[in-house]
């Protein structure tokens, strides 16, 4: 699970920033955006069996719901940073830069022993 969380993650988010960055064509990008939107629809379910598996249940609503709220309320600074950023150093820059950060953050299932949990059944 951890390597399929780890590998839909990353194609989900690096190609269709990057193929904008590069400049690419129209059919290219279209064509890179629509696979990496399929690599897109497994984070989700993956992530829902986990909060189902591993939240107790007394405590469940709680922690979903604060997870949800930290998500939505993280959403605005993206669009802020990105805005300010092309200001600032064009929008090839910024997505590169944005490129870079998402590699970043789509490294730890592949490097981190932490994330071998995952791949442990209950």
Known sequence: MRLT???????????????LALDAPFPVALAVTALSGFAAGAINPILGILQYDRIPVRLRARVIGAMTAAAYAGMPVGGLLAGSLSTLTGLDVTLLMFTSVYVLISAPPFVFRAWRELDRSR
């Open 5 to 19: 969380y780890g590998l839909c993650f990353l194609l989900a988010g690096v190609p269709r920033v990057l193929v």
